[in-house]
T-cell receptor
Framework: DQQVKQNSPSLSVQEGRISILNCDYTNSMFDYFLWYKKYPAEGPTFLIS?????DKNEDGRFTVFLNKSAKHLSLHIVPSQPGDSAVYFC???????????FGGGTRVLVKP | GAGVSQTPSNKVTEKGKYVELRCDPISGHTALYWYRQSLGQGPEFLIY????????DSGLPNDRFFAVRPEGSVSTLKIQRTERGDSAVYLC??????????????FGEGSRLTVL
């Protein structure tokens, strides 16, 4: 039973345009959500997070939106850059610092 | 070093052998996590240590898997009687746990295990 799902395995976008990555979860006890980015042969690196008491968090080109009623979150990257090409994982936890449950990932390719 | 260090980076073994994977977390991080990532999937939780004790080992798939963290720093993941299905990248992560914690885990580069 996958508690965190990323239904799009891949996404291709032109440089300068917006990338939108989606994530759905089923466990209503999750109250903290994170996005990680992973390059080949490297460990995942933290990108941005959001607490369940918020519906938006922005950090530079990255914005995460949370819709609790729909149990859905999304990551917007604008403008997309070739260096953003990587696999992006959505993750959720029951409390900050607790174990994370990851989605299956979305591979993003930003074309110059 | 500044980051989470995992050794070996690659391990090839034969079915039935015993394997140890080591993780050296970021200095001062009290929480340590082991995850397993199979090809095309997201990281799957195995075990979480808070200090020396395993606070949550619910992700260990069976009793062939065991992990220790005797001094609250370095951790070793031990796999007995390896099977081909154990082939994966084993990721270690550490974090601070406390009021300042943002939930961010710092991951190592992983140990790629291949069981022939």
């Amino acid at each position: 039973d996958q508690q965190v799902k990323q239904n799009s395995p891949s996404l291709s976008v032109q440089e300068g345009r917006i990338s939108i990555l989606n994530c759905d979860y089923t466990n209503s006890m999750f109250d903290y959500f994170l996005w990680y980015k992973k390059y080949p042969a490297e460990g995942p690196t933290f990108l941005i997070s959001i607490s369940s008491i918020k519906d938006k968090n922005e950090d530079g080109r990255f914005t995460v939106f949370l819709n609790k009623s729909a149990k859905h979150l999304s990551l917007h990257i604008v403008p997309s850059q070739p260096g953003d090409s990587a696999v992006y994982f959505c993750a959720a936890s029951g409390a900050a610092g607790n174990k994370l449950t990851f989605g299956g990932g979305t591979r993003v390719l930003v074309k110059p | 070093g500044a980051g989470v260090s995992q050794t070996p980076s690659n391990k090839v073994t034969e079915k039935g052998k015993y394997v140890e994977l080591r993780c050296d977390p970021i200095s001062g991080h009290t929480a340590l996590y082991w995850y397993r990532q199979s090809l095309g999937q997201g990281p799957e939780f195995l075990i979480y240590f808070q200090g020396t004790g395993a606070a949550d080992d619910s992700g260990l798939p069976n009793d062939r898997f065991f992990a220790v963290r005797p001094e609250g720093s370095v951790s070793t993941l031990k796999i007995q009687r390896t099977e081909r299905g154990d082939s994966a990248v084993y990721l270690c992560a550490s974090s601070l746990v406390g009021t300042m914690n943002t939930g961010e885990l710092f991951f190592g580069e992983g140990s790629r295990l291949t069981v022939l």
